[in-house]
């Protein structure tokens, strides 16, 4: 951490305390500890968050350590004590960083462009990370189903084309399914790459449906590196690489017209009949793993209650974003810069009250985590090795993406969405909104908290792990934006004053939890019977 960095931090240690932290009258209500989060102080700690110095806190990189190190003074400011013997408030969390090292196909004598015209994945760790030969074979969907299987003939060692999704007519029903829903294999690429595993494939050429969407994502993420929690795992899949059509039909070679007649002749129902491509080809996925560490921070506020404080109410959000690509950095003010910095300030009023004799019965853990943008990985840590007992944590209130206003709700900031509140527990969706009526007034949107809705944000951020753990969870969220996952997301950007109500909401209802009578009741379907997915 440079000289200029502990001085700023230094600064904005001192100007988090409210200015009465001193004062001598201590008859004070909720609603004077609630007070003391404030827009100026969100501005504070989000012009360190969304800095340059930080270079958008990439999970694993230096700007990461630095944003930990921020939180952990501003625990240490507010008085809050570190969790561990040794004086850390930090959980250290083990990483492998993997990159590409070398990524090329050659089809014949042609060179293609990986990210253009192929796509590799990080994710699927090859056994063999340079595969060829002269002979490919088209096995249609690669799928191996009771109701329907492309595995006609002994594929042990072979590379194999298939196509994504499933078998569809002319009328638009699928072949497994009989309707016009689709069955499990449609979205599941990774179900038939366990298949081809089984089956002893040695490489997938895999067809992809919407191939120019899915492109423009990988690249937009591809030059950074894939995360995964622990040590490298040994690469035991096939070779995998996702070709557009065009990519497609030069590997089918000569055999094109009879790959597409098959094709079409299994999904009018008829049985699959393998085609040979006989085909010169090379693929090269060679990759580069780092085992490296990064750290949630934790602040833990014992509970004032003999009994109660055994009891545990957990707030995350998570500090880290996507980093630096070249020249641009991805500053993640509103992701999630903007849930840090209310979860501070929800630190600091909760902590006050404890200074003031007026803390809360039951204990409050505020848990910033890592690695989200990886796959919700410092939340999953967390859960499989929990500082405090998971028997003992009563609730967890994720706090993501909060300080802009979306399309829906233009000319009208004084809302949020409220997602997951009643799925394990009709006790929390009945608090949330009475606290809110009481004490926060806003508009709670339920929009994305229906089980249609195509966004699934219920199972794309870190109260989903707690979830899984049968741990109700409520996630505050207001919305994306045209800068969602861009370098534009910045500073200038944050309505502080919107993100201030929605930080008070957050205290009111961390308040109200905390002080009750009794733990809530877990009422609700987990998400494994509900059909949930991790």
Known sequence: ????????????????????????????????FASSITAQDLRMYLSVLASET??????????????????????????????????????DVQFTRTDWEDVRLRIDTLEYRHLWDFLCMKSVRAAHPVTAGEDVVFLGY??????????????RGKAILIYAGEPVND???????????????????????????????KTVFLI?????????????????????????????????????????????GPAYEEVIRQRDRINKGRKPSPVSCPV????????????????????????ADPVLKNEIVVLTAHFDHLGRRGDDIFYGADDNGSGTACLLEVAQAISLAAKKGMGPRRSVLFLFVT????????????????????????????????????????????????????KLSSDLHRISEEVNRDHAGLELDYTYNDEADPNRYYYRSDHYNFVLKGIPAIFYFSGVHEDYHRPSDTLDKIDFDRTEKVARLV??????????????RVDGVLPSEAGGEE
Not at 284 to 303: I, P, Q
């Open 1 to 32: 951490m440079n000289h200029r960095f502990r001085s700023f931090c230094a600064v904005a240690l001192l100007s988090a305390l409210p200015w009465w932290l001193n004062a001598q009258n201590d008859r004070y209500t909720r609603e004077d």
């Open 54 to 91: 930080l270079e958008g806190r990439e999970t694993g990189t230096p700007g990461n350590d630095m944003a930990a190190q921020f939180l952990a003074g501003q625990l240490h400011g507010f008085g809050i004590p570190p969790h561990r013997p040794d004086g850390s408030w930090f959980q």
């Open 142 to 155: 690669g799928i191996d189903d009771p109701a329907y299987s492309d595995y006609r003939e002994d594929v």
């Open 171 to 201: 009328k638009g029903h699928y072949r497994l399914t009989g309707t016009t829903e689709p069955g499990e294999w449609s979205g599941n690429w990774m179900k038939k790459m366990e298949v081809a595993r089984e089956k002893g494939v």
């Open 208 to 252: 992809a449906s919407d191939y120019q969407k899915l492109a423009n994502q990988v690249r937009r993420f591809s030059v950074g590196p894939n995360i995964t929690l622990g040590t490298p795992p040994e690469g035991n899949w096939p070779s995998l690489a996702i070709l557009s059509s065009q990519t497609a039909r030069a590997l089918m």
């Open 280 to 303: 010169v080809w090379e693929l090269t996925a060679k990759r580069r793993d780092v085992v490296t560490y990064g750290h949630n921070v934790l602040g833990f506020v014992e509970g």
């Open 371 to 422: 690695g989200e943008e990886k796959g919700l990985l410092g939340s999953k840590y967390y859960v499989e090795n929990p500082v405090f007992p998971l028997e003992n944590t009563m609730v967890n209130i994720n706090v993501d993406m909060v300080g802009r206003t979306d399309k829906k709700h233009k000319g009208n900031p004084a809302y949020i969405y409220v997602i997951g509140a009643d």
């Open 507 to 520: 205290f009111h209802l961390a308040w109200e939890l905390a002080n009750r009578d009794e733990r809530i």
